[in-house]
């Protein structure tokens, strides 16, 4: 069986967690805010990985794969507006993520499908020919 697994991009001490978090798929990073959380779920033919990110649009994605390395990201967008005279407050904000994942070789990288409905953002990574499980066949003794 082969998994993804999840690259991080930040300093020295950040790749010490790398070996150390509880799990490979984001660990103490789940404690951020901005980064979604992710599922990863593997079958016979594919594998689907899911990320939560509501209130956003398909437009602010950047979704690019680069040296077998799936890389999503999204940047912030914040709006502030105060008047003094109707008491009246808003405040907009919505946090940048970055997350890259690397591909296994096993993935037909040619053909991902990514969709984004209800703040779920989906990707289905389909396996190689030669990665799917081979039928049962049966050996004739000469």
């Known amino acids: 069986m082969m998994s993804l697994i ?3 991009h930040v300093s020295l001490p950040s790749l010490m ?3 150390l978090k509880p799990d490979w798929f984001g660990g103490m990073e789940a404690l951020n ?3 979604p959380a992710v599922n990863i779920k593997e079958n016979e033919l594919d594998y689907s990985l899911e990320l939560v990110v509501p209130g956003r649009e398909k437009k602010d994605f950047k979704i ?4 077998d390395v799936l890389t999503i990201s999204t940047s912030t967008q914040s709006e502030t ?3 003094k005279e109707n008491y009246t407050r ?3 904000v919505s946090g ?3 997350r890259a994942f690397t591909l296994p ?3 037909a990288k040619d053909s991902i499908d990514a969709s984004y409905e209800n703040g779920i953002l989906k990707f289905i990574l389909p396996k190689k020919e030669e990665a799917l499980p081979k039928p049962k066949r049966a050996i004739e003794l000469k």
């Open 6 to 8: 999840k690259r991080n």
């Open 17 to 19: 967690n790398e070996f």
């Open 33 to 35: 805010p901005y980064n």
């Open 64 to 67: 690019e794969i680069d040296n």
């Open 81 to 83: 507006a105060t008047e």
């Open 90 to 92: 808003r405040e907009f």
């Open 96 to 98: 940048a993520f970055k």
């Open 105 to 107: 070789d096993t993935i």
